[in-house]
């Protein structure tokens, strides 16, 4: 499983402190910027009812169905967010899963990792799909990042047998405590929104009134080269259209730098 895990990884204070986990039922939909999105064979692998009767959500409309490819088809399929863990003693990362076996290829998984670990966090195989037929919570201990700071969340998959493994509801719990969530990000202003994710032939990167002047925008590959750098003025409320068409397939960082402030932002680029 060891060369998978590095495929999945190359495609891609207080309790008072503000949420830490972005749309985490998924209900903002596919492409919201909420999670950065990548599928080999769907493009993303966030579905409503339009991905078919293989797969439902826990709750809502939108869940994550990783894998689902047909049989003797590698499928790779990623889903991260940079999220922020307040400051506690004991820390825990919740969500619901269920797994379609599938073919039951033994090597077929999902994973969680943090931080860029080539080692995950957690993950489960077909071997696990007795005890997942139906929808059951998974949590997984998070204590050692319970620091105030930001770190990278990605859910990840490799499938060639078929499997499905179904995922909703992420909930974050400090010190006993469940930590507000943004249920959805289409309510919560946002200085800067980079869509649609995943894009084709254009990236489309919106300033609003929060961001104002000039800003120099960079885009970075998941191995951290430059590959476009733009300077634009008065930004404020406007769209700016890059053309990614040449880019190759993966995930990609966004930094703007307005009047000393940078912000990230990161999509993908799926032809």
């Given at each position: 499983?060891k060369?998978?895990?590095?495929?999945?990884?190359?495609?891609a204070?207080?309790?008072?402190?503000?949420?830490?986990?972005?749309?985490?039922s998924?209900?903002?939909?596919?492409g919201?910027?909420?999670?950065?999105?990548?599928?080999?064979?769907?493009?993303?692998?966030?579905?409503?009812?339009?991905?078919?009767?293989?797969?439902?959500?826990y709750?809502?409309?939108?869940y994550?169905?990783?894998?689902g490819?047909?049989?003797d088809?590698?499928?790779t399929?990623?889903l991260?967010?940079?999220?922020t863990?307040?400051?506690?003693?004991?820390?825990?990362l919740?969500?619901?899963?269920?797994?379609?076996?599938?073919?039951?290829?033994?090597?077929?998984?999902?994973?969680?990792?943090?931080?860029?670990?080539?080692?995950?966090?957690?993950?489960?195989?077909?071997?696990?799909?007795?005890n997942?037929?139906?929808?059951?919570?998974?949590?997984?201990?998070?204590?050692?990042?319970t620091?105030?700071?930001?770190?990278?969340?990605?859910?990840?998959?490799?499938?060639?047998?078929?499997?499905?493994?179904?995922?909703?509801?992420?909930?974050?719990?400090?010190?006993?405590?469940?930590?507000?969530?943004f249920?959805?990000?289409?309510?919560?202003?946002?200085?800067i929104?980079?869509?649609?994710?995943?894009?084709?032939?254009?990236?489309?990167?919106?300033?609003?009134?929060?961001?104002?002047?000039?800003?120099?925008?960079?885009?970075?590959?998941?191995?951290?080269?430059?590959?476009s750098?733009?300077f634009?003025?008065?930004?404020?409320?406007?769209?700016?259209s890059?053309?990614?068409?040449?880019?190759?397939?993966?995930?990609?960082?966004?930094?703007?730098?307005?009047?000393?402030?940078?912000?990230?932002?990161?999509?993908?680029?799926a032809?």
């Amino acid at each position: 499983m060891k060369k998978t895990l590095f495929s999945i990884l190359a495609v891609a204070g207080s309790l008072a402190a503000s949420a830490q986990i972005n749309d985490p039922s998924f209900e903002a939909g596919i492409g919201s910027g909420a999670w950065t999105e990548f599928s080999t064979f769907f493009g993303t692998p966030l579905c409503d009812a339009g991905c078919g009767t293989g797969g439902a959500p826990y709750d809502g409309t939108f869940y994550a169905w990783f894998g689902g490819a047909a049989v003797d088809s590698s499928e790779t399929a990623v889903l991260s967010q940079d999220i922020t863990i307040p400051n506690g003693n004991a820390g825990s990362l919740s969500f619901w899963m269920k797994i379609n076996a599938g073919n039951a290829v033994a090597s077929d998984f999902v994973a969680i990792f943090f931080d860029g670990d080539t080692i995950p966090t957690w993950f489960a195989t077909t071997a696990d799909a007795a005890n997942y037929a139906a929808y059951t919570q998974v949590t997984i201990d998070v204590s050692n990042l319970t620091d105030g700071a930001t770190h990278n969340l990605l859910v990840g998959s490799n499938t060639t047998g078929g499997a499905g493994f179904l995922i909703d509801a992420f909930d974050l719990t400090i010190d006993g405590g469940s930590v507000d969530v943004f249920n959805n990000t289409m309510n919560q202003e946002k200085a800067i929104a980079v869509f649609p994710s995943p894009a084709n032939e254009q990236i489309n990167v919106q300033f609003n009134g929060m961001v104002k002047g000039n800003a120099t925008v960079k885009i970075f590959d998941v191995t951290g080269n430059l590959v476009s750098q733009d300077f634009f003025t008065e930004i404020s409320n406007k769209v700016f259209s890059y053309n990614v068409s040449a880019l190759p397939n993966g995930i990609y960082m966004m930094d703007v730098n307005n009047n000393g402030t940078v912000q990230t932002q990161r999509f993908v680029v799926a032809h």
